[in-house]
């Protein structure tokens, strides 16, 4: 057992030293104070499907910004619900919102890809932005992007936004699956233009128009599921910078609101975020379990079994790293720190979700969403 322990508390120490120094990396975009040097004219581009509980939040929230010039483009991706309706009644209140009645979906294409391929098609903006339908967006986000778009001397600017909690599970499961996308990606690298690690958020990606034209735009992705990462890389590889940062004062999102959403939503891609790899699948479920659940198990047996001085406080230390680092994840999606205790069932589930993920797309062949369903072999 004293081995056991001391190459858990090795992993704690590893993991942890890991996290620090990526967490040291990232970025942090702030709301702008004072008026910007110009002001490009920015196109917002929105797809919706089945959206009626949060587009008009959203589309309320980009309609009132504080930027002079702009427009917000709105694809009605063929919705059964009241999506459309709500957009229509929108945009007789408000001139600088166009809204689009999705075409027939081409072969070949995905739909949300093909959304924002029709929206920027008629998009007149400089500058670029893709989202999704259910942000809210304080009224000073274009402005803060478009300022860190100038001052950073970007060619794409993707934001992390706030993450908003409402039930239980959301509480218990969406931070072990933010946390686990903010480890796996390395924001010192995709902020180096000399590295070619990349990253891109389907709820903020802004591009300069010459550079989403140059790379290839939504057609170069346009049956890619995570169509967000791979405009990401394909933008580094066409040697532009691209830029990822936190924008929890910029936007915030509530991705899903129950047990079901969320299995639902993140079953659909998350095994496609591995490159459709079993192993990797495999090792990053295992390297989640060895750092969220395990530690407190091995110090639990070490307690049980009435090991000696040194096992027993080697594992409580690995249990104390292991939970300090979940507070400080609570803090970081200002959640209560008592929330950190349920991270152990939260990774459980998070685990289940990708074997799930991994199970169904390998077994079926297609990923579903939205009530489409889409090849993935």
Known sequence: MFWVTVVQFVWVLVVVGY??????????????????????????????RNEERDIRACLESLLNQEYPQYEVIAVDDHSTDRTGEIMRSLAGKYSHLVCIEGQALPEGWLGKPF???????????????????????????????????????????????????????????????????????????VNDPDSSRSMGFGAFLMFRREAYDAMGGHESVRGEILEDIHLGKRTKRAGFRIWVADAKRLFSIRMYHSLGEIWRGWRKNVFLAFGRSVFWTMYFSAALLAFVLTPYGVAALNLAAGAGNVSLWISLAAAFLVLISSQHLCDELELSRGYAFLFPLGALVTVGILINSMVHILGTGHSEWRGRKYSVR
């Open 115 to 189: 959304a924002l391929h029709q929206a920027q098609r008629v998009a007149r903006g400089e500058y670029l932005v893709f989202t999704d339908a259910d942000p809210v967006f304080e009224p000073h986000a274009l402005a803060s992007a478009a300022h860190t778009m100038m001052t950073q001397n970007l060619d794409m600017l993707t934001l992390m936004p706030r993450a908003v909690f409402g039930s239980f599970w959301e509480r218990t499961v969406q931070p072990m699956m933010f946390g686990f996308i903010a480890a796996l990606t390395r924001f010192g690298k």
């Open 19 to 48: 996290l620090t120094v990526n967490m040291l990396h990232l970025a942090r975009v702030n709301p702008v104070s004072g008026p910007l040097a110009r002001y490009p004219f920015i196109s917002v581009c929105v797809p919706a």
